[in-house]
Nanobody, 125 residues
């Protein structure tokens, strides 16, 4: 069974770049066939899909976040990373790493087989 564990700084200042890491266990990020997504949930709001990295390394982003978002992977560590630049307090949220059945499914907001527990990120000076 695939397990995902997010990690991050917890607190970043406005205008900085946040970096989060998702460590995957129970399966390789390059051979399990999953599409590895980042999804966030701001306080009191619904889930927001941010982007995905496919098995072949190709990436796709939410149009609203595309200019500030970068998703990458470290195959030697079996990790997926998220960078979000120029953060504001609006980026305060719980950030989740998730394994979806395909890029098409996760872009439409469904098809998630596994979720991490999430990591809380606060943007404040």
């Amino acid at each position: 069974q695939v397990q995902l564990q997010e990690s991050g700084p917890g607190l970043v200042k406005p205008s900085q770049t946040l970096s989060l890491t998702c460590t995957v266990s129970g399966g390789s990020i390059t051979t399990t066939g999953y599409a590895w997504s980042w999804i966030r949930q701001p306080p009191g709001k619904g889930l927001e899909w941010m982007g995905v990295i496919a098995t072949d390394g190709s990436t796709y982003y939410s149009p609203s976040l595309k200019s500030r978002t970068s998703i990458s992977r470290d195959t030697s560590k079996n990790q997926i990373s998220l960078q979000l630049s120029s953060v504001t307090p609006e980026d305060t949220a719980v950030y989740y790493c998730a394994a979806g059945v395909s890029v098409a499914h996760v872009r439409e907001g469904y098809g998630i087989d596994y979720w991490g527990k999430g990591t809380r990120l606060t943007v404040s000076s």
